[in-house]
T-cell receptor
Framework: NAGVTQTPKFRILKIGQSMTLQCTQDMNHNYMYWYRQDPGMGLKLIYYSVGAGITDKGEVPNGYNVSRSTTEDFPLRLELAAPSQTSVYFC??????????????FGPGTRLTVL | AQSVAQPEDQVNVAEGNPLTVKCTYSVSGNPYLFWYVQYPNRGLQFLLKYITGDNLVKGSYGFEAEFNKSQTSFHLKKPSALVSDSALYFCAVRDSPITGGFKTIFGAGTRLFVKA
């Protein structure tokens, strides 16, 4: 049971380049999330999904896109990278058995730098 | 709108002394409160949560937190700090699903430094 895995661990992009951050969970969780963590700012929710085929915007969705074709995978797409997207990105998942309790399980993160 | 505040950027404590990491919240309905810990270069790990019931919640690694509705606080505590407790701690709040929707809001984090 690997939990939540993310790839890559590190990435440097040039302005305008595109990339996909991968996230996979093996806990059969319905709910998945993408956060970005900026220094001193805590975590900001980018997108979330309540199940395969269903996604919705979080607090800071601009410049990102997601898809959820399976329960396990929730990739995050950056289409035109900008320096403002330099951050650490965390994927998380939680069970829907009791939605309000929402204990989230986090991946190890992807450190992205846009130059 | 729901929000959570962690008023201290850093807390310094000597090993063996009690520690407190503060958190206050604002929600429109019943609060669901969480503490997470982040060690260097790792993702967040769940420590404990308050959903309902006893105001004193016990969690992992000897941590506990006290829910105080009148002060809208959920401070994290430990009777005797360890050097290995040094990490970044996040408080999080989620509103009831009727009024607050699905999102969980995280505080900015408090860095705990335990000196040997």
């Amino acid at each position: 049971n690997a939990g939540v895995t993310q790839t890559p661990k590190f990435r440097i992009l040039k302005i305008g380049q595109s990339m996909t951050l991968q996230c996979t969970q093996d806990m059969n969780h319905n709910y998945m999330y993408w956060y970005r963590q900026d220094p001193g700012m805590g975590l900001k929710l980018i997108y979330y999904s309540v199940g395969a085929g269903i996604t919705d915007k979080g607090e800071v969705p601009n410049g990102y896109n997601v898809s959820r074709s399976t329960t396990e995978d929730f990739p995050l797409r950056l289409e035109l990278a900008a320096p403002s997207q330099t951050s650490v990105y965390f994927c998380a998942s939680s069970s829907a058995r009791r939605e309000v309790e929402d204990t989230q399980y986090f991946g190890p993160g992807t450190r992205l730098t846009v130059l | 709108a729901q929000s959570v505040a962690q008023p201290e950027d850093q807390v310094n404590v000597a090993e063996g002394n009690p520690l407190t990491v503060k958190c206050t919240y604002s929600v429109s309905g019943n609060p669901y409160l969480f503490w997470y810990v982040q060690y260097p270069n790792r993702g967040l790990q769940f420590l404990l949560k308050y959903i309902t019931g006893d105001n004193l919640v016990k969690g992992s690694y000897g941590f506990e937190a006290e829910f105080n509705k009148s002060q809208t606080s959920f401070h994290l505590k430990k009777p005797s700090a360890l050097v290995s407790d040094s990490a970044l701690y996040f408080c999080a709040v989620r509103d009831s699903p009727i009024t607050g929707g699905f999102k969980t809001i995280f505080g900015a984090g408090t860095r705990l430094f335990v000196k040997a």
